[in-house]
């Protein structure tokens, strides 16, 4: 497998089409980059410019306080919804690899995601980071492009072998749409082998 050999043309094409599949219009950061595998991108990047000198070159913003509040937003949506469901709820810090623990056992990771136009239909992509889970379920709250609630999707991990999952209108994924009923399974589970 031959490296590549990076020039300032390659990085700028490499930094748009990753801001193409990923469905934003402003630079991506580490975390986004690796988790749709462009992990020699981001090193070239993090050893050239940095983010915030590429940003400036291509005329980009960088990611917003605002975004990341919005993913906060939406984790503590999801964990009033599982309170409201009877399930005791821990937030984890930031520096654990998952969000919420669900009765002292089922690990859960909230991702969120507005609508995008991607090949030129309308989708939710969201970048998981890493090809094999460190949680149980993955809770993926798909809004609209006003950042309402559409769709939840609850969908055990070791189902999802993906750095992103990309969800189409007729996604193979629709059918964990509302599968609240998992929760429970996985909390069962973890109390029988207690």
Partial sequence: MSRVRWTDDLVEAAIKDSMRVLGIDRMPTAPELQAIGKNSLHVRISRTLKYSGWAQRLGLQMKSDGETRKGDRYEAYIKNLLKEKGYDVQDMSTRHPYDLMVDGSVKIDVKS???HHHFPSRAHTFPLSKKHATCDLYICVA???????ENIFIIPSHLVEAVT????????YNKFIDRWDYIKTYAEFYASIA
């Fill in 165 to 172: 999952l990309n969800m189409g209108r007729n996604s193979k």
């Fill in 113 to 115: 995601c507005s609508a």
């Fill in 143 to 149: 809004l609209t492009e006003e950042d309402e609630v």
